[in-house]
C-alpha cells in the first residue's frame, strides 16, 4: 500500500507563490506517474497538472498553464507543485495523487490509485 502526504499549502497574497510537496511512503514509486488535483468549496475535484515517472512528459490545465510546474525527484520519492502568480481562484484543497500507470499522463480522478489528504491554499485578493 502506498501513503501519500502533502504538505506546503497556507495563506498567501495575490501575486504570490508557494511549492507544495507530496511523499510516498510505503512502497517506491519511481516508476508511477502523479497527478495534482484541487477541490474548492462547493466544486468538483479539478485536474492541476501531471508528470509522468520519467517526467519526460507533463501536462497541465489551461488555468494553470504558465504559472504552475510540477516537478518529481524519484530519489526522494516526492512530487512538487510550484505555484506562482496565484490569485483568488486558486484557493482550494490541493491533492496529490498516484498511478501505477507510470506512462500515463491522466486527467481523471478516477484513473488515480492512490491519494493524499489535501493541503489547504488560500489566496488573499
Known amino acids: 500500500q502506498v501513503q501519500l502526504v502533502e504538505s506546503g499549502g497556507g495563506l498567501v497574497q495575490a501575486g504570490g507563490s508557494l511549492r507544495l510537496s507530496c511523499t510516498a511512503s510505503?512502497?517506491?514509486?519511481?516508476?508511477?506517474?502523479w497527478g495534482w488535483f484541487r477541490q474548492a468549496p462547493g466544486k468538483e475535484r479539478e485536474f492541476v497538472a501531471a508528470?509522468?515517472?520519467?517526467?519526460?512528459?507533463?501536462t497541465y490545465a489551461d488555468s494553470v498553464k504558465g504559472r504552475f510546474t510540477i516537478s518529481r525527484d524519484n530519489a526522494k520519492n516526492t512530487v512538487y507543485l510550484q505555484m506562482n502568480s496565484l490569485n483568488p481562484e486558486d484557493t482550494a484543497v490541493y491533492y496529490c495523487?498516484?498511478?501505477?500507470?507510470?506512462?500515463?499522463?491522466?486527467?481523471?480522478?478516477?484513473?488515480?490509485?492512490?491519494w493524499g489528504q489535501g493541503t489547504q491554499v488560500t489566496v488573499s485578493s
Open positions: 508528470i509522468t515517472w520519467s517526467s519526460t512528459a507533463l
Open positions: 510505503g512502497r517506491a514509486v519511481s516508476s508511477y506517474s
Open positions: 495523487a498516484s498511478s501505477r500507470d507510470g506512462a500515463a499522463l491522466n486527467r481523471a480522478v478516477g484513473r488515480y490509485d492512490y
